[in-house]
């Protein structure tokens, strides 16, 4: 079973301020995240700027939101040199060729493809040109359009993909979850499956990770009630750490041990399991019959199993009433 990795993903949750996004880079890593994943968005290579409205041309409002919400380039540099700094890998959702262009910049373990551009294949065969690995989610797609995807990736040939089973829905239910279908990507495409989840616990993560996902991406903020697209169903950062918890925990679950028995169940063992006792005193030489044993706790050298090993002996030297009983003590010559 490889490690899990697991992203720790603040979107846009810095809210155009660079200090913010310096601390989520650090809570990231304090949670026990493997990466910290922003959204690199610039509003004019992912939104239309008018709309048309009874006839009319009118400016697009989320392009304005988006816009407020950005860091400049040389911000995301400072935020990159931040978490070089303290070790913790960087990455981002790209939206267009000039976040591409920036994010290399970055030398970033991975670029991530969200959702909403799995069937964009001009910005997936330009992410694939890069060579780094591309992290794919499939929300609000059919299979017949995620193999489309992957089919453009590989012919650009390109290789190092992971497939994200996600359901774009904020918050989503974890009856909604849909996991199965996780194995429906695995089986279809053979490449390693991960989970977006956008769930407001760990149970979808921790079945997943049941299931042999090799990554778990999770929003997260440092304040769910702050202005913005990504907070409110966004983990604050107790709850991070909780999660992430959580999902290393199963993973050790899921962990073969070299032996069956480990050392604290073990001792759990010698208290519960139930061996053979004298029930009463056996002067040496007598016959042991099965009213003349208890088979009780704790543990002892002789299993209720051997019982029949037990009965018909004869005692050698004696034995005390409640004495453990041992091979040692009987005499079965006779």
Request: aromatic share 6%.
């Amino acid at each position: 079973m490889n490690p899990i990795h697991i992203i720790a993903e603040a979107g846009t949750n810095h809210n155009a301020d660079p200090a913010a996004a310096r601390r989520l880079v650090e809570v990231a890593q304090q949670s026990g995240a493997d990466s910290v994943k922003f959204q690199i968005i610039y509003p004019e290579g992912l939104y239309v700027e008018k709309l048309r409205q009874d006839g009319r041309l009118v400016d697009n409002e989320v392009v304005a939101a988006r816009r407020k919400g950005m860091l400049s380039d040389d911000a995301w540099r400072d935020v990159a040199r931040c978490a070089a700094e303290i070790g913790m890998p960087l990455s981002a959702s790209v939206f267009d060729t000039r976040s591409i262009a920036l994010l290399q910049e970055f030398a970033p373990p991975y670029i991530k493809i969200a959702s909403c551009d799995l069937n964009n294949i001009p910005l997936l065969e330009a992410a694939a040109a890069t060579g780094r690995k591309l992290i794919v989610s499939t929300g609000m797609s059919t299979l017949a359009e995620v193999e489309e995807s992957v089919r453009a990736i590989e012919a650009s040939g390109h290789r190092d993909l992971v497939l994200m089973h996600c359901v774009s829905v904020y918050p989503c239910p974890t009856s909604s979850m849909n996991l199965g279908f996780l194995r429906t990507l695995h089986k279809e495409f053979g490449y390693p499956i991960g989970l977006s989840d956008h769930t407001e616990n760990s149970l979808a993560a921790a079945a997943a990770v049941v299931m042999g996902v090799e990554w778990i991406e999770k929003h997260f903020t440092l304040d769910r009630t702050s202005p913005g697209f990504d907070h409110a169903y966004a983990m604050e950062p107790s709850m991070l750490a909780a999660y992430v918890n959580d999902i290393r925990q199963v993973e050790a679950a899921m962990r073969p041990m070299q032996e069956k028995v480990g050392p604290q169940e073990a001792n759990v063992r010698l208290r519960a399991r139930r061996a053979l006792y004298a029930a009463r005193d056996i002067a040496p030489g007598e016959e042991i019959r099965a009213e003349d044993v208890l088979i009780v706790r704790p543990a002892g050298p002789l299993a209720p199993r051997d019982l029949r090993i037990v009965v018909g002996s004869r005692s050698k030297s004696g034995i005390g009433r409640y004495e453990p009983l041992d091979l040692s003590q009987l005499d079965r010559a006779s």
